[in-house]
């Protein structure tokens, strides 16, 4: 078992930025692709990053490119997600996920976070 943990949400003016954190407990973090994700009401689940296991590649949807950057410390059992650039569509709950195996799809993920509420105002 893993437990994830996100923090760092809020509420932030659009062109702002906002640091997101998942802290992992349980079994070895360092063997796992993490990942974030995010939802608003009535839409599907949205892959935004991820990265692997070592740190080294990390990838990207097309609508954060160039504003988020994913990155991870595998001795203090944490990923997180600087957001720059906000705008309001980036408003969501995100998620943190843990897989063996590194991927956008949400199916992919064994463990998921309880989520961090994101609003950018306009």
């Known amino acids: 078992q893993v437990q994830l943990v996100e923090s760092g949400g809020g509420l932030v003016q659009a062109g702002g930025s906002l640091s997101l954190s998942c802290v992992a407990s349980?079994?070895?973090?360092?063997?796992?692709?993490m990942a974030w994700f995010r939802q608003t009401p009535g839409k599907e689940r949205e892959f935004v990053a991820a990265i692997s296991v070592s740190g080294n590649n990390a990838y990207y949807t097309d609508s954060v490119k160039g504003r988020f950057t994913v990155s991870r410390d595998n001795a203090k059992n944490t990923v997180y997600l600087q957001m720059n650039s906000l705008k309001p569509e980036d408003t969501a709950v995100y998620y943190c996920a843990a897989s063996i195996t590194l991927g956008p799809s949400g199916r992919e993920y064994d463990y998921w976070g309880q989520g961090t509420q994101v609003t950018v105002s306009s």
């Open positions: 349980g079994r070895t973090f360092s063997s796992y692709a």
